[in-house]
């Protein structure tokens, strides 16, 4: 390998391609040549195969929960607006969307309690400061919301109430005939 002719006075570098060798011989130059700081270059020669690497070789690999797979593709969802893994349009777009609507103030999705609460309770809608007055003390088994005993009592006299107006209508549609 040749070099510029500024550096071939101080270093020359002898490297065999064919060999397993690596060889660095450096002549000295002149001390007037030398930089006022710096040392007199030493001659060196170090086999390649004495340089020891430590190898580190896992006994065996683990897969983790949330790892990627290899067909893994990140992009913005046009839908949300925020990036997911797995593609447009999928289960975790869904998701991300899900957890964006939870209440603040109960962490429940009231849509997912609206119907049971329309069809059971004659509610409008669910409403969490109806159904759980102290949040601390929400009691849950599964997804089903355990009320407490004030609640189911005011829900009791909703109920009472919507069937003395339908009673009522009725009597009142038999009276017009």
Known sequence: ???????????????????????????????????PNSEEALDLEMAMDSVEVPLVVPDNVEMVAD??????????????????????????CFQARRRARMCARCGLLHEDYELPARFFHFMEKFDCEFYIPDV???????????????????????????????????QDEKKEQ
Do not use: W
């Open 136 to 170: 601390e003390k929400l009691q849950m088994r599964g997804n089903t919301i355990l009320l407490p005993d004030d609640v189911v009592e005011k829900l009791e006299e909703i109920h009472n109430m919507k069937k003395l107006e339908d009673a009522k209508m009725k």
């Open 67 to 92: 790892s990627m797979e290899r067909d893994f593709v990140e992009c913005l969802c046009p839908r949300c607006g925020t990036i997911h893994a797995g593609g447009v349009f999928g289960e975790e």
């Open 1 to 35: 390998m040749k070099l510029a002719p500024a550096t071939e006075e101080a270093l020359d570098y002898e490297v065999a391609l064919n060999s397993e060798e690596v060889a660095v011989v450096s002549e000295e130059a002149p001390e007037s040549e030398l930089a």
